[in-house]
């Protein structure tokens, strides 16, 4: 049912002349002002810590559907920087919130002090979720300001932020904040990709080339269920990160966002060629799905830092440990 609540909202507010004002960078105040009042920001969360208490299986469905609509606020974002406060034992956001890591800020005398860098939104939240070592801090707006302004592939705010405050909430680190943010975007890729899939479809079923539709070619019908390949493998991919989340798994985390990484960027590719040139152009909705699932791929660790720690385990667990370790993901 939340599900449902959360497609039809986006269905409503987010059309192409809204998702272009995001785009040059205009901050949506009344599409936040609902998803607030719908409560997405604690969604994540207990029922004892004021949230839905949802199943593992719901909350993937409600992830999935900010990829499926390309939805240009850091609700996500916020979502799992509230998770990791609650388990702090901070307090929470009172509007959108961030999440990063920065093990290179200096804390020093009551401060903490240095630039974070590519914060999604960063100049519109109203704190940050800041792991530093192995102590997450609450980081309240009055605590930066933007080093150097910036933006994403799909043209979403990225700006570097100067932290320069005193240190007041902290707490030890519950868990990994990377992690946490891979798992999701692991679920945003699966439901950008079942967008563009969709899209895609309808594109070659419709699109008649010497005589027939697209999708009457073998080639096409080759490449559409590759597409419907990458889309079941990132759903059970982001399905495997949140369980491995969930269990402290940070290596379970790496082996389903590399996954879900991995089909982002095949799933991409494939949509655009299927579509031609329309598929590139700013004009086409197929480009708010594409350039998110590139922005995305490369966020929260990328593909080569979650690889890193997979071939190291992989490494280190030698001969004899090397087949326990997998099935074990």
């Not at 040059?24 to 004021?50: F, K, R, Y």
Request: proline content about 4%; aromatic content about 6%.
């Amino acid at each position: 049912m939340l599900a449902e609540m959360i497609q039809r909202l986006f269905e409503r507010q987010l059309d192409l002349a809204v998702q272009a004002r995001a785009r040059e960078g205009e901050w949506l105040a009344d599409l936040w002002t609902e998803v607030a009042e719908m409560g997405l920001p604690l969604a994540l969360l207990s029922e004892d810590e004021g949230g839905f208490g949802l199943s593992p299986t719901e909350t993937g469905e409600v992830l999935r559907q900010l990829g499926l609509h390309a939805v240009p606020l850091p609700v996500a974002e916020t979502m799992g920087a509230n998770r990791l406060l609650a388990k702090a034992g901070l307090p929470l956001a009172e509007g959108p919130a961030g999440l990063a890591r920065a093990d290179d800020l200096a804390v020093e005398q009551g401060r903490i002090k240095g630039v974070v860098t590519r914060v999604a939104w960063g100049a519109d939240l109203d704190c940050l979720a800041l792991a530093v070592g192995d102590t997450l801090y609450r980081v309240p707006r009055s605590g930066w300001s933007v080093a150097e302004a910036g933006t994403a592939l799909n043209f979403h705010p990225r700006p570097s932020l100067l932290i320069d405050c005193e240190v007041a909430d902290s707490a030890p680190l519950p868990r990994c904040p990377m992690a946490e943010g891979a798992a999701l975007r692991a679920f945003q890729i699966a439901g950008a990709l079942e967008a563009a899939l969709d899209m895609t479809l309808d594109h070659t079923a419709t699109r008649v080339q010497f005589g027939k539709p697209l999708q009457k070619n073998q080639v096409v019908q080759h490449e559409l269920a590759k597409l419907a390949g990458e889309l079941a493998c990132a759903t059970a991919a982001a399905d495997l990160a949140a369980e491995a989340l969930e269990r402290g798994d940070v290596l379970g985390v790496a082996a389903g966002s590399l996954r879900a990484r991995e089909a982002a960027g095949a799933g991409a590719a494939i949509a655009g060629q299927m579509h031609g040139a329309i598929g590139y152009t700013r004009e086409h909705r197929l480009h708010l799905y594409t350039t998110s699932l590139y922005t995305w791929r490369d966020e929260f660790g990328g593909q080569v830092a979650w690889a890193k720690l997979l071939g190291k385990a992989a490494i280190d667990a030698g001969s004899a440990g090397y087949w326990p370790m997998v099935t074990q993901l």
